[in-house]
């Protein structure tokens, strides 16, 4: 009922004419037609969504959550940089969908250092490897935290059948991937080698070779690596590459038309193998799977010590 404004006031005994009775009619009337307010309605009055108009400035709407985001996964911004120094990771301003429910920030966020920062499966930096950046609620507030593992569930219902995978679940929050990240034989950030997961189907990185072997995990099915070997970590103007190699993984269901170990020279201008034991060459690109952890990565093979290496991967962006 509406809050009621009425148009005779009557103290106890009076005696109620017809015209009194006529008027309360009209002013109860025009209350339910039209005037009832916000602060006429309970907290539990639970009244259909489908029976209300709401505002087109106001949050979207699915009839269950009203956070919920009606674009899937939706992802804008929040891509990871370098901090402060080499041991500092930065997520930039955004908007990003976790488990269901939209998280914007204005702002970047403060430096989140892969040593001393959160770490959400109890994890911790180390040389040579890749880190793993997810976002979370943290009771409601956007937060960040890093992993040594990559993410295996699709969505916030413990899917498994949408690729790429997007969500790691610790207990019963669900962080999802923003980025990777790599560290070097220090244990410091490669300073070029981002992973910004979702936003696009390009990754770029350079590095200086130490003569061992560096994956990069892309966190998607790399299609199409290519990478060129500078002579040294200062290359002279006259100086010629080493390497300069492209490899695509072939798509097939049933079987690869070509050798696995295929790749195309450009210095050479011709076809050469590119395998493990193959300096220079890469190895190991394997598309993402359930079956295996960490999966959607290739490995470089060997880079020579003092050697830069650059190198850019692509994703067709098909389920896969």
């Not at 009621?4 to 015209?19: C, F, N, V």
């Not at 929040?78 to 914007?104: H, R």
């Amino acid at each position: 009922m509406g809050l009621i404004s009425w148009t005779d006031t009557l103290a106890t005994g009076d005696i109620h004419t017809a015209s009194h009775i006529t008027n309360m009619k009209s002013d109860i009337t025009t209350a339910v037609n039209g005037g009832i307010s916000n602060a006429n309605i309970a907290s539990g009055a639970a009244i259909a969504e489908s029976k209300i108009a709401f505002s087109t400035t106001g949050h979207t709407h699915n009839g269950t959550d009203a956070n919920y985001p009606l674009i899937k996964h939706y992802r804008r911004g929040m891509s990871l940089k370098q901090g402060t120094d080499n041991e500092d990771i930065v997520v930039t301003a955004g908007v990003v969908d976790i488990a269901g429910k939209l998280f914007v920030s204005t702002s970047a966020s403060a430096n989140i250092d892969i040593v001393s920062g959160t770490w959400a499966d109890a994890g911790s930096c180390s040389a040579s490897n890749p880190i793993y950046v997810y976002a979370y609620s943290n009771a409601g507030t956007l937060a960040f935290a890093m992993s040594t593992e990559a993410p295996d569930l699709s969505d916030s219902s413990d899917g498994v059948a949408e690729y790429p995978f997007r969500y790691q679940k610790y207990g019963t929050t669900y962080y999802r991937l923003i980025g990777i990240v790599h560290t070097d034989a220090s244990s410091d950030l490669f300073p070029n080698m981002y992973t910004n997961f979702d936003l696009s189907n390009f990754a770029t990185g350079s590095f200086v070779g130490t003569g061992n072997d560096y994956t990069v995990y892309t966190g998607w099915t790399p299609n199409v690596v290519q990478w060129i070997v500078c002579a040294d970590s200062a290359p002279a103007t006259t100086d010629a590459m080493d390497k300069w190699g492209w490899a695509q993984l072939y798509g097939y269901v049933t079987a690869n038309p070509e050798p696995a170990a295929l790749m195309y020279s450009v210095i050479d201008n011709q076809h050469l193998t590119s395998a493990n034991g193959t300096a220079n060459t890469i190895y190991g690109m394997t598309a993402q799977t359930a079956a295996t952890t960490g999966s959607g990565k290739f490995t470089f093979d060997a880079p020579a010590n003092g050697q830069v290496l650059m190198w850019m991967a692509w994703h067709s962006g098909g389920n896969i």
